[in-house]
């Protein structure tokens, strides 16, 4: 019998547990999680969670009814410290809190942890991340303090921008500081951030782009021992920007520690095929975690680490049916979303290489689109308040279809109506 | 603090006057599944949590994906409304072509002691 151990109690290790499952595997499955909760989701913990209108159980992936069900054994709260494969390919895996689990087969769905500011002063109280529960369950009630009037956001990322709409919503002063010359600059075209630049600016947030951050600084410890509170963010330039609570996020790092133990080999990312198999040929990865093959579009090359919903199920999928010897690969298209305040942003497709974009509607009037091309070819769109275009765009890059750029750019014809098969035009 | 879980939230409720909802999902190939809610849990939720096929909620309820699009049964479509504006675009682009008795499930939250009937379509992606 085999005993299929997955390290990671997070979105991806549930789809792989949940997909192994429907393929038909009745053999032993161990799921674990070093988080004290049961597995939920991420991505409201910067929205619905810190605007208060989640509570735990609104998270949460699956009932315990669902993982006694199908078999699967949940530990929660425990961390899997060394792992090693024997010769014969089985191994075993060690925890802090004193377990020995033995498995034949393993996925690793370790994820991300959040990358902290190297600077002095992030100890001071007041200075939050925003990465798990733990930490919402921390910044949710602190947001609302009432002695809270400043709050300063590092880092003008999804989760920054997110968290600064809340913070904004709820009547605080807030200054968002990026380090880079625009907002989400990793993901985004220019024209994409500019748009959030405006609309940032135009609910209220200050925005310092290429700030330079030198230290947090707080006051003086008000009894021994205890660490002062956060009193503002000093800049380069001298100026210190005041600030009652600091919410820092500047990304995540992919945890290959196990993936490490293991010799596998790692570039930003544990480095997995097409079919999400490590450079073992067995462990399988996937997830925040895994660095694959840019599956999109196709024949660009390069390696890509996606963090998101849809890229953990997807790749949980295709690892667990590696693990059963059934491997297919990465087909599907990546999307992404983000909603600050009231403007819903889906990004459908990877832009990496784009050479040409299309900007559909105007910007100012919050309801409008980026579209991405390469060599002619739509390959992804960013769609602000445009969900019908966005699902448009979605189902032509599934079916390997296109829009051509003039018509992208024609507000006047729905979307869907412009979308083209090249295949059918060169026959 | 920990966070609890849904079905044992629903049954530490009965004090809390609400009695749980009863769902039934009919696949695509006719097989049903019937699920009891906690009243204010949505349809998807109720459905993800306990593994309901056909039904995915990639966004997990925030109107961003439209894979848990729904055919409301007649017998059920007072209890539930109509769609919002946004709710109504993302139905625009559903992967099997929206009808009349179309919603997204994560935009229907459960009343106290209903009973609900929704079918699935055959493919949400």
Redesign the interface.
Known sequence: MDTTLIVGACQAGVQLASVMRDLGDTDSIILIGEEAHRPYQRPPLSKGWLKSELTPDDVILRSREWFAGRGIELISGDRVVTVHRDPDGSGTATTLGGRVIRFTRLALTTGASVRRLTVAGTDYRGVHYLRDADDALTLEPALREPDVDHVVVIGGGFIGLETAAVARQLGKSVTVLEAGPRLVGRVVAEETSAFYLAAHRRRGTEVVLDARITRIVGDDASAAGQKGSVTGVELADGRIVPADLVVVGIGVVPRVELADQLGLEIDNGIVVDATCRASDGRTVAAGDCASMPNPYPLGLGGRVRLESVNNALEQAKIAAATLLGRPEPYVSVPWFWSDQADLKLQIAGLSTGYDEVVVRGEPDSEKFGVLYYRDGRLIAADMVNRPAEFMAVRHALMKGHTIPPDAAADVDVPLKQSVIDPAALAA | ?????????SADAANQEQTVSRVVYTADDGTVTEIDG?PG?SIM?TA????VPGIIG???G?????TCHVFVAAETLALVGTPGD?ED??L????VEREENSRLSCQIKLQSGCRYHVTTPSEQ?
Not at chain 2, 1 to 9: E, F, N, Q, R, V
Not at chain 2, 62 to 66: D, I, T, V
Not at chain 2, 92 to 95: E, I, K, L, N, R
Request: proline share 3%; charged share 25%.
């Open positions: 603090m920990t966070i609890t879980d849904p079905m044992t939230a906690r849990d939720e993800v949590r306990n593994g990639e966004c997990g925030s109107l961003s994906c439209a946004l675009e993302m625009d682009g559903t992967a992606i």
